[in-house]
């Protein structure tokens, strides 16, 4: 699988929109990026994965570049509650696959 | 719809006692996997069973872990022995399998092990 970098840590205005990056420069043609968060003492969360095309759902929108080495995770409207370790990962299709957590960015989302 | 549930929340045992973890998946998802955070590292994968077999184990540390889903259902994770550096949360997921779609994790809330 492909590594990813992201910052350590990022603080975020509550009801502003957090925008946290992700570099995947040796991303393969037939790999996704997924994204997960583990808010404290929880266990990890999906939110959202994409190709190539830019994706929304109900929690968040994945901005892909068109180069797909780099990617952006977008909480339209950051809650206290969005506060939480986010996960970039990139892998092949099929969710059956294991995810390969690294480190991940700690977003702070302050009153 | 009931999530993925985790046995016991918290365990605190002494080293060399045994400890065994109990997840409950989704119901009607095929394949399990269990994960583990030790102390002030990034989340590890250890194994995926599909259904009652194991399909990938190579995350388990060590042969003090034995990993069970007899009928498919429930899985364990047994530490026998139990040594300090096992200390750390071990998370259950579950997902179903579609060829159409991504078929996400879902996670518990893991289990607390505390080796004194």
């Known amino acids: 699988d492909a590594k990813t970098t992201q910052p350590p840590s990022m603080d975020c205005a509550e009801g502003r929109a957090a925008n946290l990056p992700c570099n995947h420069s040796?991303?393969?043609?037939?790999?996704?990026v997924y994204w997960y968060r583990q808010i404290h003492s929880q266990g990890p969360q999906y939110i959202i994965h994409?190709?190539?095309n830019n994706e929304t759902n109900e929690m968040a929108s994945l901005i892909i570049t068109e180069d797909r080495k780099s990617s952006t995770l977008i909480l339209p409207h950051a809650t206290l509650r969005d506060t939480a370790v986010y996960y970039c990962?990139?892998?092949?299709?099929?969710?059956?696959?294991?995810?390969?957590f690294g480190t991940g960015t700690k977003l702070q989302v302050i009153p | 719809e009931a999530g993925v549930t985790q046995f016991p929340s918290h365990s605190v045992i002494e080293k060399g006692q045994t400890v065994t973890l109990r997840c409950d998946p989704i119901s009607g998802h095929d394949n399990l996997y269990w994960y583990r955070r030790v102390m002030g590292k990034e989340i590890k994968f250890l194994l995926h069973f599909v259904k009652e077999s194991k399909q990938d184990e190579s995350g388990m540390p060590n042969n003090r872990f034995l990993a069970e889903r007899t009928g498919g259902t429930y899985s364990t994770l047994k530490v026998q022995p139990a040594e300090l550096e096992d200390s750390g949360v071990y998370f259950c997921a579950s997902s179903g399998y579609s060829l159409l779609s991504y078929n996400e994790q879902f996670f518990g809330p893991g289990t607390r092990l505390t080796v004194l």
């Open positions: 994409g190709l190539k």
């Open positions: 990962i990139v892998s092949l299709s099929g969710g059956y696959q294991k995810v390969t």
């Open positions: 040796t991303i393969s043609g037939n790999e996704y």
